[in-house]
């Protein structure tokens, strides 16, 4: 509970950071920020004029700073250079398909990681195991952006008949939606399932030498498929939804990469596409929206993690058996 | 007259793990190709030639790009700029990372609390996406990227030394010294550092792995060492527009990226077995 | 007038709020002449170690003042300069290991500037001799030595400035018995040697009574009694102090051989101590006066000092004699 309230309490402090950080990109540019601003109109002085005035980049560093977490607080984000657009509508417009694809990747990592640990643990010490051991380790080691081209590559190697998937919006065919999300979920899922079967792995094997419940859960006659099923697997997938949590934030802010190569119409995408145009409205925006995201989920994946694990509840050691 | 125990001391060869073996002989393998591998090529990494999108063949043995280059030459030497860029920004990581977390685990109190805060910040934040914004904002180079990339990574690394750092302020032979009134810094240099240097060392190649991805994906972006000098993840990203024709690019450099990230990982695992798990700090 | 190297006036050490924490320590008033060796016996949680912070200077009492060798103790953490030294109880954690022997030894000897770098050297070998470590076994890193060899090795760091208070805390109890006596007969003839002032901790009494002079007998954080070591083990006053005593056979004085006194009751916890006596939850003769209020330290006919309303009541043969 303690721990639970200093998390809390330093929330303010780390929105403050993110938010004067994401801020003050903007002032890390070289050269003069009215011009950067302007971009292709950088010698229309009218243009400039309006920039400065609107912007009010005369006033000091915090006065300006102080506007803009106010406006962003009422959802205003400014106005995105290129398009002319508010970027908080842009934002908006694209987040949906990113947060998808976190989902559906952590949720195909999850399925992939456990199914994998519980074959590593099955057949311990066999050739599966090793096998799948080794997947892991390589898979971690794997960029998700390498992953993702070689995916992309098999893809047009193997089926050249699948031709460019584009994405397919949630609101007009769920289904469909999913499955144009499928390879680039993949992508991500190839690394993270990794991980996660490692930890499933990890913390079994840990369990399967250590514990007390499965020695008793053996001398009582029970055979090794069920110590694994009933007694085993439900104690080392339990610190696997909080981990599950952190890859899904993970995945969030990591998303501009997968998003790029598959060409998804995502915030990430966005970002990386406004740092082409030297957009810099919506790069602050993009950045702020996914960074708030990711701290506030990370948070709550703290105050959920208690709830989930009943030993940390009553702070004991007991499993479930 | 040695007064420091010589640091081989526990070291004898045999009795290294596998692991460590395993990846110290890729990494040196991968590091001895990125010094001879260009000298080997025949038109090096920089001359375009009419020879395009070629297969491996002996004179280009990974092929050519869309250009003509030679795909051996450019991938080793992107290679190189990554070990050169994510070997001393990890150093540099590590070693300021390390220092703060002695500093704030020997005098303790308010001075550990508020420099681990400032921690919790930084690693509340993503970090590729922070990554990102600030080298679009400050213009790629080589310098902007150590740059960010150390500052990624310090709070990581001082949390672990932070923590081995605690175990051994804990021990007596620290309380002696401090009741024998020897000044702050040579406790932190002589007593506290030796016995954490097995962690440094770990956080070391840890931090590598974990910069190479992130190195590698920013050149990726275009945000990494800017062209015409070849880098891993740009090769990548060149190489994706005829990758249906010519995968050579592709193929090849992915492949040498994860060979290295691995050999990294292999030795953080190895050192972290050698010098014992649940034992990080020295007994006597 | 007898020079105090160690002087506790008026002490108490409580952890938390005053009002609402814990009372490690209380009511501390005792003196350690130069060249004496004085005593603490005392089980975990009687407050001993905090005592021995207090005389280092790791630690500042929340009341009164701890002076050693004529100057209070500064502010927390910092020690005492130099002024005291201690042997630790844990061997294995108190040398570096990745030092050799040697130059942990000469380690306190770079603070005062008494000593140069030769003068050091042969300083650590000087000392390093008189505990009988060779040249050999004295360029070794710590683990390569025995516990004897490591504690015989804190020893000398321990002296080897020369402070005018040494303080040992359980400083053989983790070694095994055979070698304990000759780490206690090595501490015995050094401290003939330099003429030492030691503060010697433990919670064996037989240990104690070997090496002290005079013998401080804790509970709760409380001094129960105190006295010269003969006659305190001649002729204890505190129920206490007798109950330590009839625990170990060889150490009965007298003709009549004591039963061993065993108490009832629970320990206290330090968090929660009883009104009145602390030792009234377990002592055999506790009556509602030592339950309802505190005994003070009172000096007795012997010249000791004890804090108990029926000082030696407790009979010779352990059963209760006749209440005053």
């Known amino acids: 509970m303690r721990y639970l309230l200093t998390r809390l309490a330093g929330l303010p402090l780390t929105l403050v950071a993110v938010s004067l950080l994401t801020f003050g990109i903007l002032f890390l540019v070289p050269g003069d920020t009215v011009d950067v601003l302007a971009g292709e109109s950088i010698d229309d002085p009218v243009v400039k004029a309006r920039i400065a005035a609107e912007l009010g980049l005369d006033r000091p560093f915090l006065v300006q700073y102080a506007d803009w977490v106010w406006r962003a607080a009422q959802g205003d984000l400014g106005i995105s250079t290129s398009s002319q657009r508010p970027v908080a509508d842009l934002i908006w417009a694209r987040l949906g398909v990113t947060v998808q694809l976190a989902v559906l990747g952590t949720l195909i990592s999850v399925l992939i990681g456990v199914a994998a640990g519980f074959l590593a643990l099955r057949f311990r010490g066999r050739l599966i195991d090793r096998l799948i051991m080794t997947w892991a380790a390589v898979g971690m080691s794997i960029p998700s952006f390498v992953s993702a081209t070689l995916i992309v590559l098999g893809i047009s190697i193997m089926l050249p008949s699948l031709g460019v998937v584009s994405y397919v919006p949630f609101s007009r065919d769920p289904l469909g939606s999913m499955a144009s999300l499928m390879f680039p979920a993949l992508s991500l899922a190839i690394v993270s399932g990794a991980m996660f079967c490692r930890y499933v792995q990890g913390a079994g094997d840990d369990i399967f030498r250590n514990a007390d419940y499965v020695r008793t859960a053996r001398a009582k006659g029970a055979g090794e498929r069920r110590v694994l099923a009933r007694h085993v697997m439900p104690n080392a997938i339990l610190p696997l939804v909080t981990v599950a949590g952190l890859q899904f934030a993970q995945l969030l802010g990591g998303s501009v990469i997968v998003e790029t190569i598959f060409s998804l119409p995502g915030a990430g995408r966005l970002i990386i596409t406004a740092i082409g145009e030297r957009d810099y409205p919506v790069i602050q925006g993009g950045v702020l929206v996914i960074t708030l995201s990711y701290v506030l989920l990370n948070l709550l994946v703290d105050m959920i993690y208690p709830l989930v694990d009943p030993r940390i509840r009553v702070g004991g050691s007991a499993g479930r058996s | ?284 | 007038m007898t020079r105090h190297v160690l002087e506790f006036v008026g002490v108490s050490k409580v952890y938390g709020s005053r009002r609402s924490g814990i009372r490690v320590l209380r009511d501390l008033n005792v003196s350690v002449a130069a060249g004496e060796t004085l005593g603490i016996v005392g089980e975990s949680g009687s407050g001993k170690s905090t005592l021995a912070r207090l005389a280092l200077g790791m630690e500042q009492p929340t009341t009164g003042v701890v002076r050693v060798d004529g100057k209070s103790t500064g502010r927390a953490g910092a020690g005492v300069g130099g002024s005291a030294q201690i042997v630790f109880q844990d061997p294995a954690s108190s040398l570096n290991p990745v030092l050799e022997v040697v130059t942990s030894v000469r380690e306190p000897l770079t603070v005062s500037r008494k000593f140069d770098k030769a003068g050091r050297t042969r300083r650590a070998d000087t000392i390093l001799d008189e505990v009988r470590l060779n040249d050999e076994l004295r360029h070794r890193i710590p683990g390569e030595l025995s516990g004897g060899q490591k504690q015989r090795a804190s020893i000398a760091r321990a002296l080897a400035a020369l402070p005018p208070l040494v303080v040992c805390d359980e400083a053989v109890t983790a070694l095994d018995v055979s070698v304990r006596a000759q780490v206690l007969n090595l501490l015995r003839r050094v401290r003939e040697e330099y003429n030492s002032t030691l503060l010697f901790i433990s919670h064996d009494l037989s240990t104690v009574a070997y090496m002290s002079d005079r013998i401080l007998v804790l509970y709760l954080g409380k001094v129960m009694e105190i006295g010269t070591t003969a006659s305190l083990l001649r002729d204890p006053a505190h129920p206490y102090t007798m109950t330590l005593l009839s625990a170990v056979p060889r150490m009965q004085q007298g003709r009549l051989r004591r039963e061993r006194i065993v108490l009832g009751g629970e320990a206290p916890s330090i968090a929660n101590p009883p009104a009145g006596c602390p030792f009234s939850t377990r002592c055999p003769i506790a009556q509602d006066l030592c339950r309802q209020q505190e005994p003070p330290l009172a000096p007795l006919a012997n010249g000791n000092s004890a804090a108990c309303h029926f000082p030696h009541v407790l009979g010779a043969d352990g059963r209760q004699g006749a209440v005053a």
Do not use: C
């Open chain 2, 1 to 284: 007259m040695n007064q420091m125990a010589k640091p081989l001391r526990g070291l004898s060869a045999f009795s290294l793990p596998p692991l460590l073996w395993l990846g110290g002989s890729l990494a040196l393998l991968l590091l001895a190709a990125t010094v001879f591998a260009p000298l080997l090529s025949s038109t090096g990494a920089y001359m375009p030639s009419a020879a395009v999108l070629e297969s491996p063949s002996w004179a280009h043995p990974l092929g050519t790009d869309s250009i003509g280059r030679d795909i051996m030459a450019r991938v080793f030497i992107g290679l190189r700029s990554s070990f050169l860029i994510v070997g001393t920004s990890a150093a540099l990581a590590v070693a300021l990372g390390g220092v703060i977390g002695m500093l704030a685990a020997y005098f303790g109190g308010p001075v550990d609390w508020v420099m681990m805060r400032l921690v919790d910040i930084f690693l509340a934040v993503p970090t590729l996406l922070l990554a990102v914004a600030v080298l679009a904002a400050m213009g790629p180079s080589a310098i902007a990227l150590t740059v960010v990339l150390v500052a990624t990574f310090i709070p990581h690394a001082s949390r672990v030394v932070r923590v081995a750092a605690l175990q051994v302020t804990a021990q007596d032979y620290v309380a002696s010294a401090r009741v024998s009134g020897i000044p702050w810094y040579v406790i932190v240099g002589k007593h506290i550092l030796p016995n954490v240097r097995g962690i440094v060392f770990v956080q070391m190649a840890v931090t590598m792995s974990y910069m190479l991805v992130i190195e590698s994906s920013l050149s990726f972006l275009g945000l990494g060492v800017p062209p015409p000098a070849p880098s891993i993840g740009y090769i990548i990203a060149e190489g994706r527009q005829w990758m249906e024709i010519a995968p050579w690019p592709i193929i090849s450099a992915s492949s040498v990226i994860v060979l290295l990230i691995l050999a990294t990982t292999f030795i953080g695992q190895g050192l972290d077995q050698h010098w014992g798990n649940g034992n990080r700090v020295r007994r006597a």
